[in-house]
């Protein structure tokens, strides 16, 4: 009897060990798609990213979105550069998990400025809404981060900055005609910054080369972006409201570590049909 009752418990696990087996393998699709993990005592990580048509827009935003799925408690604020909202944009923004605000400003271009800032009106009117998003909620913790929509960002660069009090610096990888563009730390302060591109700039510092704190845009509402400061002054136009040279945190261990790499999509080459002798089968109906 002991004997039947040992194989009556196996054939019980067993027939437990199928069934559990059974329902992972036919749980439909959707049951298995990611969430962001939202942990409340972490600060938002609200990342602005202007973005503008092109062949590689839609390429680059899905890269970057599936990168930021793994980022906890980040709010994505994507700007475009044009009249109205597009439709590409917006369904990739749906069908993503991420919580995110999108917004569109165009350019103001003028003819005569030869100034050839980017990005400058769409991070504008993203700071408009922070600051209007942050009144309105209890928890104002936070750090802004403006993020390029091609560049390449590993996860840790997030964690270093849920640590910033004002505004934290980091190193940033292939830029500026360097392999590393970073801050120089002397006894734990900012002695200086290892750049080669108009060194003298007030701040020689790339956009993905720091955060602040978000609750200072609250205290300083005239901070802003200038259209009329030219590319690569931008970065200290913005830090200027909040920070000197040595009030600013080093991260990413002293600024040694690189976390966020200045990566460019190359722009593709694509062939005329009208051209070939053989003109492939017409595509345009398909989104790309």
């Known amino acids: 009897m002991p004997f039947v009752n040992i194989k009556k418990q196996y054939l019980a696990i067993g027939m437990l060990i199928?069934?559990?087996?059974?329902?992972?393998?036919?749980?439909?699709?959707?049951?298995?798609?990611?969430?962001?993990?939202v942990t409340p005592y972490l600060p938002t990580i609200y990342g602005i990213t202007p973005t503008y048509a092109r062949?590689?827009?839609k390429a680059d935003l899905t890269r970057l979105s599936q990168t930021l799925m793994l980022v906890k408690n980040f709010h994505w604020i994507v700007i475009e550069d044009s009249d109205t909202k597009t439709k590409l944009v917006e369904n990739l923004l749906k069908e993503t998990p991420l919580k995110y605000t999108h917004l569109n400003m165009k350019t103001q271009?003028?003819?005569?400025?030869?100034?050839?800032?980017?990005?400058?009106?769409?991070?504008?009117?993203?700071?408009?809404?922070?600051?209007?998003?942050?009144?309105?909620?209890?928890?104002?913790?936070?750090?802004?981060?403006?993020?390029?929509?091609?560049?390449?960002?590993?996860?840790?660069?997030?964690?270093?900055?849920?640590?910033?009090?004002?505004?934290?610096?980091?190193?940033?990888?292939?830029?500026?005609?360097?392999?590393?563009?970073?801050?120089?730390?002397?006894?734990?302060?900012?002695?200086?910054?290892?750049?080669?591109?108009?060194?003298?700039?007030?701040?020689?510092?790339?956009?993905?080369?720091?955060?602040?704190?978000?609750t200072?845009?609250?205290?300083?509402?005239?901070?802003?972006?200038s259209r009329k400061v030219q590319s690569g002054f931008q970065e200290s136009e913005i830090l200027k409201y909040f920070t000197t040279k040595n009030e600013m945190e080093p991260l990413a261990e002293n600024c040694t570590k690189v976390y966020v790499?200045?990566?460019?999509?190359?722009?593709?080459?694509?062939l005329n049909?009208?051209?070939?002798?053989?003109?492939?089968?017409?595509?345009?109906?398909?989104e790309v």
Not at 216 to 225: D, G, Q, R
Request: glycine share 6%; proline share 9%.
């Open 216 to 225: 200072l845009f609250l205290i300083h509402p005239e901070a802003k972006f």
């Open 55 to 57: 062949l590689t827009q």
């Open 261 to 270: 790499w200045h990566t460019r999509t190359q722009k593709p080459s694509i």
């Open 18 to 37: 199928f069934v559990v087996l059974f329902f992972f393998n036919s749980r439909p699709a959707f049951q298995c798609q990611f969430t962001p993990e």
């Open 273 to 286: 049909p009208k051209k070939l002798k053989h003109p492939p089968i017409p595509d345009g109906h398909i």
């Open 109 to 214: 271009k003028s003819k005569h400025s030869s100034v050839s800032a980017s990005g400058v009106e769409q991070r504008n009117i993203a700071l408009n809404w922070l600051r209007g998003h942050l009144d309105a909620i209890p928890d104002k913790r936070g750090a802004v981060y403006f993020m390029d929509d091609d560049n390449t960002y590993s996860l840790k660069v997030f964690e270093e900055m849920r640590k910033i009090q004002k505004v934290g610096v980091w190193p940033v990888g292939i830029v500026g005609g360097m392999r590393i563009e970073m801050p120089l730390v002397t006894n734990g302060k900012i002695s200086g910054f290892n750049a080669v591109w108009k060194p003298f700039r007030p701040f020689p510092i790339d956009m993905a080369g720091f955060a602040i704190n978000a």
